[in-house]
């Protein structure tokens, strides 16, 4: 057999690395292309399909125009009814239609599982000479439709929204549904197998309408299967799985054996990879109309699209097939993106590094019985995101030092877990973590003493970041968003509360940095109530203070609130949309200062005093810190907790700063907070 000359899709799939993510499109074949619109007024639908000869031509032509890094046979997932017995119509501009559905167990008498070298053989023959056409450019793409959305089609006879009649088909004859299902995946096996032996290299499997079902039904009907025919093909092609809209059960299915999985827009490729893990190759997601967007927006979207994937384990594409009403240049600009796209080494280092086991256990976490599922993933979801970003930020402005990662877990798999990224020894950044965890247990009597919280078992899912600069100008930040959960011992939900804050320590102050730093979180606050912000900052005020210091601020402050309960006038998505907003304006407010004061040259007497600084930093997260000690009585990931810490210190017997020094000027003012923005005219709360 010769070598295929582009063969990324085979290397993605085969999990190899790659230097560029490859590039195709579903139903890539189509109506958006003038070249298959001429042999459309000439020929219908299955005409197309049944002449090998058109049907290689439709093929080949995305390669040949759109320069796509695989082609996809074009015929149609509706022939395996035909060949089982049923009449299908393809309507243009309509779709397909099934003058007489399956309805009764009479209605079996019409249909088989057949010799699919009988009644398929024209797609074989398509496949032969496609192949042969190609002439080893670009791999083959073959397909079927899973069991469950060709019964779709079987039983509803048309297309549909919702496949209701073909639901209330499985509800009310069980028996009958999975005889018929069977007899489906039987012909599919079948089907597949010849198109592997006729040459494809590559099948997927398109289930159309799995997202229209409960994850309990698609297991049932659906999964299970898919699953016998992944299984059947596993030694004679790679597959790929596409499940539209079914993303609650992609762990499900990247454990069929499968090399591949599709994904459609509606779920962030984060999110993807952590529920897929990270062994298995993903592929989409991009919204088919924003191909409708100028080229130049398309083209940002993209390289984002590239960079929230990561490079590798990936094959680039859309969500669904491309739309009809799609111009030909938009679609070359898609492609034409993803190839000179090139993997940094951030992101081979991202791909190599990362451990995503934890956030499959977070995922599980989130399906608990206790019905908080969707406000557990939306929060985990953000704050995994809003990791990723900062993280992302912070190494554009050092321009050296990139993040490690580690991925951890408690007490052996149990408990949940976190990761932990740190950057160490940049040109901007000494050393910073930012943590994200999602963690729970059972309430022990130390943490109902030292902590005040009762119930039987806890919850708790935050980030939490410190950056520690180098240049004793720059001041250190730390922030920390969270939501907690309590539950009683039939697992039911007693209590739930929203923290969080961000504040900064500098070492010297410069009054425009504290104004500029406190505006951008009193805007924060002022979105939801013009009383937060004074109210938020006195907490923050009150709450980092050395008290055995003589009542020593840790730094000028900033918000900081705790406790923050849904009520009559708060309701839950208040106080998410609150700690989600406090937590986007992280970058606003202190990279700016950051890129002010980064490069002023200073002193090792400047230095002197950044590690005095530092050691009362610690002295309140040693002693004072309700999360570290949280953290540590729970038996937390100690490197994860004490990440916050700085790499050097210096603690010195009744040190002083001279009177009237800018040191001097620093201490007054944590020892004697001010206000820093004038107030907002008054709200209610």
Not at 70 to 97: N, R, Y
Not at 212 to 237: C, G, H, M, W
Not at 628 to 643: A, Q, V, Y
């Amino acid at each position: 057999m010769s070598k295929i000359k582009n063969d990324l899709i085979l290397k993605a799939l085969r999990g190899e690395t790659v230097e560029r993510p490859p590039v195709w499109m579903m139903r890539q074949a189509g109506r958006y292309l003038p070249e298959y619109m001429v042999l459309r007024e000439k020929y219908n639908f299955f005409e197309r399909c049944r002449h090998p000869e058109l049907a290689c031509e439709i093929t080949i032509q995305p390669v040949d125009i759109i320069g796509v890094d695989a082609a996809i046979l074009f015929s149609d997932i509706l022939v395996l009814p035909q060949a089982m017995g049923l009449e299908v119509e393809l309507i243009e501009s309509k779709g397909p239609f099934l003058p007489d559905p399956i309805k009764t167990m009479k209605d079996f008498d019409r249909i088989r599982v057949p010799d699919v070298n009988e009644t398929l053989q024209y797609v074989f023959d398509a496949i032969k000479l496609t192949k042969k056409e190609l002439n080893d450019r670009v791999p083959l793409i073959g397909f079927a439709g899973a069991p469950w959305t060709i019964l779709c089609y079987m039983v509803q006879g048309k297309g549909s929204k919702t496949f209701d009649e073909a639901k209330a088909f499985c509800y009310r004859h069980p028996a009958m549904a999975h005889r018929l299902l069977q007899m489906i995946t039987d012909t599919t096996i079948a089907y597949s197998k010849e198109q592997a032996k006729a040459g494809v290299d590559v099948i997927q499997i398109f289930d159309s309408w799995g997202g229209l079902l409960s994850p309990d039904d698609f297991e049932d009907i659906s999964l299970a299967y898919t699953r016998q025919i992944i299984n059947a093909l596993k030694k004679d092609v790679l597959t790929i799985i596409f499940a539209k809209g079914a993303w609650h059960s992609l762990e499900s299915m990247a454990e069929t054996g499968t090399q591949g999985l599709g994904i459609d827009w509606c779920i962030t490729p984060q999110m993807a990879r952590q529920l897929a893990g990270d062994k298995i190759t993903l592929q989409g997601n991009f919204d088919p109309a924003k191909l409708l967007s100028p080229i130049p927006v398309i083209k940002k979207e993209v390289k984002k699209m590239l960079t929230d994937f990561g490079g590798q384990h990936y094959i680039a594409n859309l969500g669904h097939g491309i739309l009809p009403n799609t111009p030909v240049d938009h679609a070359r600009a898609f492609v034409e993106t993803v190839k000179e796209y090139e993997i940094s080494q951030k992101s081979k280092i991202k791909n190599s590094s990362s451990d995503f086991d934890f956030l499959i256990l977070n995922f599980k976490l989130m399906l608990h019985k206790t019905g908080t599922k969707e406000i557990r993933g939306e929060w985990i979801e953000f704050i995994y995101h809003l990791q990723e970003r900062i993280c992302r930020s912070l190494e554009q402005v050092d321009g050296k030092a990139l993040f490690s990662e580690d991925a951890w877990q408690r007490a052996e798999g149990k408990g949940g877990g976190g990761l932990t990224k740190v950057i160490q020894n940049g040109n901007v950044f000494e050393k910073g973590g930012v943590n994200t965890s999602v963690v729970y247990g059972h309430v022990t009597d130390k943490m109902r003493r030292h902590l005040e919280i009762d119930g039987a078992k806890w919850f708790a899912a935050g980030l939490s970041l410190v950056i520690h600069p180098v240049n004793p100008f720059v001041p250190t930040i730390h922030c920390n968003y969270r939501m907690f959960e309590l539950y009683g011992e039939d697992d039911m939900l007693t209590d739930r509360w929203f923290g969080g804050g961000t504040d900064l320590t500098p070492c010297y102050l410069f009054e425009e940095d504290a104004k500029h730093f406190h505006q951008i979180y009193k805007n924060a606050c002022d979105e939801f109530d013009p009383l937060f912000y004074p109210a938020f900052k006195k907490e923050c005020d009150d709450y980092f203070v050395n008290r055995h210091r003589d009542n020593e601020r840790r730094g000028i402050g900033g918000i900081f609130y705790d406790h923050q309960r849904p009520d009559k006038y708060h309701d839950l998505d208040f106080w998410m949309n609150f700690g989600k907003t406090c937590g986007d304006a992280f970058t606003s407010a202190y990279l700016p200062i950051v890129e002010k004061r980064k490069d002023l040259s200073y002193t090792e007497k400047n230095k002197h005093w950044q590690e005095i600084r530092r050691g009362r930093y610690v002295e309140f997260n040693l002693i004072h810190d309700r999360g570290t000690l949280f953290g540590l009585k729970t038996h937390g990931r100690t490197e994860s907790i004490l990440m916050s810490l700085p790499p050097t210190v210096r603690f010195e017997y009744d040190y002083k700063p001279a009177s009237g020094s800018e040191e001097e000027k620093l201490l007054q003012v944590c020892l004697h907070p001010g206000d820093w923005v004038p107030p907002s005219p008054k709200g209610e709360l």
